[in-house]
């Protein structure tokens, strides 16, 4: 396994340093990208019912693998990170258990071969059993791997991701769990 992640993690870099090669470097410092697949559970409170009303909100991962890139025009290193993910975010909104929306800050951390992290404040909608997030212009990220390290830290970013929201408490529901995917690039003008 160790082996196999080494290979994905130098697979990731070598995307890195193509991305790197046809970068003017007037064009951007650092550009990058990451994914990543992740199962987890939550909190809300005081709730969600039939009534639209103020939570706060918490998330935990369980279980989650992904793995991202950087490339950087003004030291030509490449950063990279491929393995476990790790993620807590805590935030507000206002829903119910049809609807709801609002945002939460948090971190995201991967470790295997390599390790980065993505600390970002998103904004989330709920739909029934979907949530969606976003992020425009919301996060920075770091990765270092086996050519070099990397930063994301002025950003210009896009972050996007799907979850199924799955209520393990109800009214009110005050417990959740998630699983989807999310992704983003940044780019360091």
Not at 51 to 72: H, L, P
Not at 142 to 168: D, M, N, R
């Amino acid at each position: 396994m160790k082996k196999l992640l080494t290979r994905l993690s130098l697979a990731v870099s070598l995307v890195g340093v193509v991305a790197l090669a046809g970068l003017p470097s007037a064009t951007a410092s650092v550009v990058g990208g990451d994914i990543a697949v992740i199962v987890g559970q939550g909190t809300i409170s005081p709730g969600l019912t039939t009534v639209s009303a103020a939570q706060t909100v918490s998330f935990n991962s369980i279980i989650g693998v992904g793995g991202g890139a950087a490339a950087d025009t003004s030291t030509n290193q490449v950063g990279s990170a491929i393995g476990t993910v790790s993620c807590a975010f805590g935030g507000t909104g206002v829903g119910s258990v049809i609807t709801g929306s609002g945002s939460a800050t948090g971190t995201c951390t991967a470790t295997g071969v390599g390790s980065g992290s993505i600390t970002c404040t998103l904004s989330y909608v709920q739909v029934g059993g979907v949530v969606v997030v976003d992020g425009i212009n919301s996060c920075t990220a770091t990765a270092s791997g086996p050519l070099g390290s990397a930063a994301i830290s002025s950003p210009t970013t896009a972050t996007a991701g799907a979850f199924l929201f799955v209520p393990t408490t109800a009214n009110p529901t005050t417990s959740y769990l998630l699983a989807g995917g999310a992704a983003g690039v940044g780019v360091n003008p």
